[in-house]
């Protein structure tokens, strides 16, 4: 059975940095779309980032780029979201997910079959 961990959630002061981790396990295949998404109170659920771990290939929301860093340590299973620079509109529930797909759609969330609890993440003004 997959399951997903999210961890390393917390709050932090604009401008600053977080990272949270997902770690993984039961998942047999060698690549498949990984995802971050987040959700804020009253708002809908928002594609991050993902990265196909076939090739390394990573994909970001326009409200990230620059500032996030999705990565991947093979040998640990887990998955990583590096957070720079963050901003107060960073506050949200923060979901790992994973799915067999190529990451061709990676900020929907049909393109994922598994979903971690997620872990919250605090930005203050």
């Known amino acids: 059975q997959v399951q997903l961990v999210e961890s390393g959630g917390g709050s932090v002061q604009a401008g600053g940095s977080l990272t949270v981790s997902c770690a993984v396990s039961g998942y047999t295949y060698s690549s498949y779309c990984m995802g971050w998404f987040r959700q804020a109170p009253g708002k809908e659920r928002e594609g991050v980032a993902a990265i196909y771990t076939g090739n390394g290939s990573t994909y970001y929301a326009d409200s990230v780029k620059g500032r996030f860093t999705i990565s991947q340590d093979n040998a640990k299973n887990t998955l990583y979201l590096q957070m720079n620079s963050l901003k107060p509109e960073d506050t949200a529930m923060y979901y790992c997910?994973?799915?067999?797909?190529?990451?061709?759609?990676?900020?929907?969330?049909?393109?994922?079959?598994?979903w971690g609890q997620g872990t919250q993440v605090t930005v203050s003004s």
């Open positions: 997910a994973a799915g067999w797909g190529l990451c061709i759609n990676w900020s929907d969330g049909v393109e994922y079959s598994f």
